[in-house]
């Protein structure tokens, strides 16, 4: 018996060292669909380093950073007010293999990343993203925002500002990085954009700004994205604009603001989160006056996606840890995942992630269209993006409980990673909109956009190029003209009452159609068996008396479960 197994037979089994990528039997796959041959091949070696780090080292400096949060001084010891944050070497080191070794901020803005000479496509960056988030959640914040700024620098910046700022925004050495944030919220706006009260005044060729702003991820940041009223501006969203805040003036001076204090956090306790005090602080107009919102929503639209990125990475983390539990312990005479009832549960774990991995493969893809300037694949964007985030987040909540459950007693003790996972779990279906907020962004999506008709095109296509019996395909389509019939409903009431459900049920749709197309792409039974488990219990009516159905869910943990497109007839049961 090897060291390896003999760790199996353990009463209380440990997955620490374990590689997250070699693990994933269905990422290799997923990645050979959505990227070029060449290029997945050129990522596998990092795919397995990251991979292996997330199972270890990275998951091991995650915990230390949880446990040590950062703080904040205000003087230096010779009496000097210059603010710092100071942060746990563990977190530090864990910045370096973002930024530097992977550089996740950079990727898609440069070649040379990773070797590549090319900008990553969006799928590449969230698949790395989906591996380190199964370790870290905090950092992947900064990370996202640094992004997230860089992109809607280039898109809406002078061309001088970003000529100044996107080598520091895009470098891969911790000491010329910089990092960047956003600024929005205050404490009488929050998704209220339009009650924003902090103040621009006009100087000369810059702008100066005043007051609050009430939580600021990131908040030492070297650029942040800041929204305020310009003087004299109207009131209402026309008189809000958009600014890039630099931490450090050009002459190398503090910029005229402050760290109050940071928050003390349910979770993302490794990552700094602040309040800012805008004392005349130096500021550059981004894009055109009076349209602030509509240029941050694509930093925040950004995010947004990014969110339910991390969600389906902590989903599969969850799942991952749940299931390896229920392989290695037993009781009552026999391994738990051999037990009907387990076997439910973990499936019930395992749906949602894999949902939520398809959808952001989904969204990556047309993202990927939408910059090349496919008009019809950003109103697709714009619809997958709320959808993600709004329904991949509140399931991650529920999924890291559940997976809390699997491993018992244990799994509410702060030194194994359920109660991170959980805490951090909840700060995705907050942040960058609530679910009510995201749910109407859906609506506004269809409104504004015509999102829905290019969704239902997408998702046409979709079952089309699907191998499947002609029964199932007519079911699909079915399913495609309620789910859109109803979505017209809720947005022809401005969805004030609909919008969670008619978001829900596009999200279930959409998975389930994608999910079907990726297994017969990919010949897996087991994707196709997942395909079948969110028809059954999200898409069809329920009789709470009358036992529900396991068809396919047996699959799901059997490591054999893989077949050709020609036998993917599941869906037929």
Known sequence: MTARDAMHEEAIPDRFGTNSFV?????????????????????????????????????????TSDRNPPTLEHRTRTGKDLQRIVKHPAYVEMERIAYSEFGLAAMSHRGGVLDWSEPMPAAVKYALTFLFVQAEFGLCCPVSMTDSLTRTLRKFGDPALVERYLPALTSQDLDALAQGAMFMTEQGAGSDIAATATVAKRDGAIWKLSGDKWFCSNPDAALAMVLARVEGAPEGMRGVSLFLLPRRLEDGSPNAYRIIRLKDKLGTRSM??????????????VGELGRGFVQMADMVNNSRLSNGVRAAGMMRRAAAEAQYIARHR????????????????????????????????????????????????????????????FRACRDARRVTGDAMEVRGGCGYIEEWSDPRLLRDSHLGSIWEGTSNIVAQDVIRAINREGSLTVLQDHLSALVEQTTMHPAVRARFSALVAQASSFAEVAAATGGDRHARQAASALY????????????????????????????LHRLSPRDPFKPDSDAGAQLLFDDDANADPATLNLLEQ
């Open 23 to 63: 693990e994933d039997r269905e990422l290799e796959s997923l990645l050979r669909l959505y990227l070029p041959e060449q290029l997945v091949d050129h990522l596998k070696p990092h795919l397995h380093r990251l991979g292996e780090l997330a199972g270890g080292v990275l998951d091991a400096l995650a915990q």
């Open 508 to 535: 279930h749709l959409s998975s389930a159609i994608a999910m079907a197309w990726e297994a017969s792409k990919t010949g897996s039974l087991k994707r196709m068996a997942l395909a079948q488990l969110v028809v």
């Open 330 to 389: 037993k009781a009552f005479g026999k391994r738990l995942i051999d037990m009907p009832l387990m076997q439910r549960q973990l499936a019930k774990i395992m749906l949602p992630g894999e949902q939520a991995r398809t959808m952001m493969f989904q969204a990556a893809d047309a993202l990927r269209r939408a910059d090349g300037g496919d008009s019809n694949a950003y109103a697709l964007v714009r619809i997958l993006t709320p959808m993600l985030k």
């Open 272 to 285: 700094a989160s602040g309040e800012i005090r805008l004392e005349g602080a130096t500021a550059y107009l």
